[in-house]
């Protein structure tokens, strides 16, 4: 007879796996679910030439997906461009050369940006980003803008993002042993260079986790996108240009115009791009991590 | 610089914010010697390896009064370049932290933080420290692998390796073989006896036997106070306190 602790054991195990099993069918079945539909479009259309058409007439059947991915890419890019270096920067800062006590004041203040929801980033934005960028950076450079465009969305962007990789990055770089900090430091090491040379190396692998994190919350973000971006299906030219980024475009149309031919199979084929590429990119990214760790480890 | 002392230490005192950890130690290390500092656990012995070596610092809630000499040199003096002082006195830790990279490239990093950059130079510098350690002949093969793909008694003696490649004066050595198999230990213990014509190591031991075996000098720490030092000979044999009698017979530990 089995004692009640294998018992315990047994369903434990098996208690655990279908709950991650669970997950992953969950996120397959909403990837299929996506994919029945937007078969209708599919098969009417060429994916590719959906993909790189310039042309978004719904009316006419015409789905032309190349200025909302444009645009998606020039906001996520713009606010990857500011977000990771002041985040590493920052996140360097606290766990390799502020006191202890200067970390445990702000990790917690860093967590509450964090928590902040997403539209009163929105709001924060429109009050304050949006007028900011129209009457200052814009004429700074001689341009003309409404100030609802991607240096704002970006701006917002990266202000979100930043507590998330920060957060991630210093538990990573936290859990680098301080022997190992120890034994570069004994060796002659300047601290600078065994944080550059030891630390981030090690972390290297979280590090790159935390950006990927990062990359996905931008990528999706919705609703602060949303009210600062300008959302014109146009092909941005510049960072002064509006933009309309593939969340924008799903939470503004779904539900409306819905008579519209193959509207609705337009937007889950827009919804299973984004997921696409969040997906893509998290792949690559386990890729180039598993390389790095055979070279380094 | 040949004084008969590589390290003096004197009226050092050390808190931890309001713990008092080291209590007016005045001690002299002998040079080319194994020195071994032996005491109960919580005495103060990493506490005061990491004195010599200005390591104390990195920590936030330190405080340390009184003076270190490295022959000649005051270690805390104001405007001295620590990464000079540490580059002198290399640190073997207690369980081996080999850096994330190659077993070649652990080895090249000290002499490439200072300023070494002919391959010719490193390759030598590579092979000669691995030989000291004798893990010459096990690892070259593989010289480009990563360090952590060693065994644990291998990473030892690779971190041995790393820090001798920068010509220290001085080994401190923290409980180097704790975290080790019998085996392994004795490869370490060999190394430090083949190594103190050259070098001065100081270790911390838990193990008396052990510091019987490899010590020429002791120091006998007792809640933060040295209570007695002399050559090992006199210490084990005939110590002047009663203290140090009674540890060195391990009645108390
Ligand atoms: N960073 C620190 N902050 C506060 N107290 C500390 C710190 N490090 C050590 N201590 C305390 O200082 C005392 C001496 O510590 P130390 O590590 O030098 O002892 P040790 O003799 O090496 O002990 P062991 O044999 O267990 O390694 C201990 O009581 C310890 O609790
Ligand atoms: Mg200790």
């Known amino acids: ?297 | 610089m040949t004084g008969e002392h590589v390290i003096h230490a004197r009226d050092l005192n050390v808190y931890y914010g309001q713990l008092h950890v080291l209590k007016d130690i005045t001690v002299a290390i002998p040079r080319s010697k194994i020195t071994a500092i032996i005491g109960p656990s919580g005495c103060g012995k990493s506490t005061l390896l990491r004195s010599f070596n200005r390591l104390l610092e990195t920590m936030d809630n330190v405080r340390l009064a009184g003076s270190v000499r490295l022959g000649p040199q005051d270690v805390y003096a104001p405007g001295v370049d620590v990464t000079l002082i540490r580059k002198k006195m290399g640190l073997l830790a207690q369980r081996p932290f080999p850096l994330p990279m190659s077993i070649y490239e652990n080895v090249a990093f000290g002499p490439r933080l200072h300023g070494i950059r002919n391959r010719r130079a490193l390759d030598r510098l590579v092979e000669d420290n691995l030989q000291l350690t004798g893990l010459w002949s096990e690892v070259r093969d593989r010289l480009h692998t990563p360090a952590v793909e060693l065994s644990i008694g291998q990473q030892q003696r690779l971190c041995l390796a790393r820090g001798l490649a920068v010509e220290p004066e001085v080994i401190l050595a923290d409980e180097p073989t704790s975290a080790l198999d019998p085996q392994s230990s004795r490869r370490i213990e060999e190394c430090f006896r083949h190594l103190k014509d050259r070098y001065s190591i100081v270790m911390v031991t838990h193990i008396l036997r052990q510091a019987r075996r490899l010590a020429d000098y002791i120091l006998f720490l007792y809640m933060g106070e040295l209570v007695e030092h002399g050559p090992a000979e006199q210490m084990f044999n005939a110590p002047r306190r009663e203290l140090t009698r009674e540890y060195v017979q391990g009645v108390i530990s």
């Not at chain 1, 259309?45 to 058409?53: A, D, F």
């Open chain 1, 1 to 297: 007879m089995l004692r009640w602790r294998q018992w315990q054991e047994r369903i434990g195990r098996h208690l655990l796996q279908g709950i991650t099993l669970g997950c992953v069918l969950l996120a397959g079945l909403m990837i299929l679910g996506l994919l029945l539909k937007s078969w209708p479009l599919l098969q009417e259309q060429n994916l590719w030439s959906m993909l790189v058409s310039r042309d978004w007439r719904p009316h006419r059947g015409e789905f032309g997906y190349f200025p909302f991915l444009a645009g998606t890419l020039w906001v996520t890019g713009g606010a990857m461009l500011l977000a990771v270096p002041l985040a590493l920067l920052t996140a360097t800062y606290l766990s390799e050369y502020a006191s202890h006590r200067v970390c445990t004041l702000f990790k917690p203040l860093i967590d509450l940006l964090a928590g902040i929801p997403s539209v009163v980033y929105g709001v924060w934005g429109v009050l304050t980003i949006v007028p900011l960028v129209k009457n200052e950076v814009a004429p700074w450079f001689g341009r003309f803008t409404s100030g609802y465009c991607i240096l704002s969305a970006s701006l917002v962007l990266a202000v979100m993002t930043l507590p998330v990789i920060i957060h991630v990055s210093l538990e990573v770089m936290q859990a680098v042993p301080r022997e190992l900090r120890e034994s570069a430091l004994s060796l002659g090491a300047t601290r600078w260079q065994t944080v550059k040379k030891v630390v981030l190396r090690k972390a290297l692998p979280g590090l790159l986790a935390a950006n990927v994190l990062g990359f996905a919350r931008a990528f999706g973000e919705t609703m602060a996108v949303i009210m600062v971006a300008g959302n014109v299906a146009r092909v941005p030219g510049s960072i002064f240009d509006p933009a309309y980024p593939l969340p924008a475009l799903i939470a503004n149309n779904y539900g409306e115009m819905m008579s519209v031919p193959r509207y609705d199979a337009a937007l889950m084929l827009a919804a299973l791009l984004l997921l696409g590429v969040v997906l893509g990119f998290s792949v690559l990214s386990r890729l180039v991590l598993q390389r790095l760790q055979r070279r380094w480890r």
